[in-house]
């Protein structure tokens, strides 16, 4: 279920219909500065796992901390997690949720434009080994998606930009007409909900009738090819590293 409303209202309610043994919010620093106050007071007791920022922390060494810390908390299968943060903090919180136990519960807060509009929806987790993107992990749809573009609001304008990248891309492979309409506008002037919703709403068309990427789901990666390639080019040159929607927006 992916709700697409303000976080204080979708947060409380999904809460309210369910009943948790446990709650753990995993945060990296950034997400805990500017998007945990947003819903700490919603939330019950809780515990708080904090992860370092980065793709580079995308590791089993994160992934090992994250399962300690449910260990410690005593963690049962009627527990729930809540990832709060882009798309590094949703997929590896997803895949220690979806391995803790056989299966916890999880909800994705996704907060960077990237998260809100691709990594979150479509049940694709995991974390990298050894260099290799997204090598180990797991499909497991989510409990909810709970998105709100308050969040973008202290996210750097790269990261922002980055994420349109993928906005038009699901415009481009599902909406020419939409492309029309957005081009007319400055990438910083847009509706970030109008977008967010016309995004999600292609990905999960796609996803749900192939959601373990058998055949249609392939067209999520249109633009994909030379730009993961340009993208892995730049990855050991920290001068020049591009983020992924960068690197798309040059092919
Ligand atoms: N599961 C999928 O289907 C899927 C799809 C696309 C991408 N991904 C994955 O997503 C990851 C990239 O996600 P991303 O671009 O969100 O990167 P990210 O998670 O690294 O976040 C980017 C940066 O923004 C910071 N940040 C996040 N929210 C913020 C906010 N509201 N305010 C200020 N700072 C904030 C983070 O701390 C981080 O430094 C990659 O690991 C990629 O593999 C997964
Ligand atoms: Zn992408």
Same mark, same amino acid.
């Given at each position: 279920?992916?709700?697409?409303?303000?976080?204080?209202?979708?947060?409380?309610?999904?809460?309210?219909? @369910?009943?948790?043994?446990?709650?753990?919010?995993?945060?990296? /620093?950034?997400?805990?500065? @500017?998007?945990?106050?947003?819903?700490?007071?919603?939330?019950?007791?809780?515990?708080?796992? &904090? *992860?370092?920022?980065?793709?580079?922390? #995308?590791?089993?060494?994160?992934?090992?901390?994250?399962? /300690?810390?449910? %260990? &410690?908390?005593?963690?049962?299968? @009627?527990?729930?997690?809540?990832?709060?943060?882009?798309? =590094? *903090?949703?997929?590896?919180? !997803?895949?220690?949720?979806?391995?803790?136990?056989?299966?916890?519960?999880?909800?994705? *807060?996704?907060?960077?434009?990237?998260?809100?509009? +691709?990594?979150? =929806?479509? !049940?694709?987790?995991?974390? +990298?080994?050894?260099?290799?993107?997204?090598?180990?992990? =797991?499909?497991? =749809?989510?409990?909810?998606?709970? *998105?709100?573009?308050?969040?973008?609001?202290?996210?750097?304008?790269? &990261?922002?930009?980055?994420?349109?990248?993928?906005?038009? #891309?699901?415009?481009?492979?599902? +909406?020419?007409?939409?492309?029309?309409?957005?081009?007319?506008?400055?990438?910083?002037?847009?509706?970030?909900?109008?977008?967010?919703?016309?995004?999600?709403?292609?990905? /999960?068309?796609?996803?749900?009738?192939?959601?373990?990427?058998? !055949?249609?789901?392939?067209?999520?990666?249109?633009? @994909?090819?030379?730009?993961?390639?340009?993208? %892995?080019?730049?990855?050991?040159?920290? +001068?020049?590293?591009?983020?992924?929607? /960068?690197?798309?927006?040059? &092919?």
């Amino acid at each position: 279920m992916v709700k697409i409303a303000p976080i204080t209202e979708s947060l409380p309610a999904f809460l309210a219909a @369910h009943s948790f043994s446990q709650i753990a919010v995993v945060v990296d /620093e950034h997400t805990k500065a @500017h998007c945990y106050p947003l819903i700490q007071s919603l939330l019950p007791a809780h515990t708080l796992i &904090e *992860i370092t920022s980065g793709e580079s922390e #995308k590791t089993l060494d994160s992934a090992s901390l994250i399962w /300690e810390k449910l %260990t &410690e908390a005593a963690f049962d299968r @009627h527990g729930l997690v809540i990832n709060l943060g882009g798309g =590094v *903090i949703g997929d590896m919180g !997803g895949f220690c949720a979806a391995t803790y136990k056989r299966g916890l519960y999880f909800i994705q *807060i996704p907060t960077t434009l990237l998260s809100q509009v +691709d990594a979150s =929806v479509g !049940g694709k987790l995991g974390i +990298d080994f050894h260099g290799l993107k997204n090598h180990i992990g =797991v499909f497991r =749809v989510p409990d909810a998606v709970l *998105i709100d573009a308050v969040f973008l609001k202290t996210l750097p304008w790269r &990261e922002l930009r980055s994420g349109y990248a993928e906005v038009i #891309k699901h415009c481009l492979i599902a +909406d020419a007409s939409k492309w029309e309409e957005i081009r007319q506008k400055n990438w910083q002037e847009q509706d970030w909900t109008d977008l967010i919703t016309h995004s999600v709403a292609i990905k /999960e068309n796609v996803t749900t009738q192939d959601p373990t990427e058998k !055949g249609l789901r392939k067209i999520l990666n249109f633009g @994909h090819t030379l730009g993961h390639a340009i993208e %892995t080019y730049f990855l050991d040159d920290s +001068d020049q590293r591009l983020l992924h929607g /960068e690197a798309l927006q040059s &092919e």
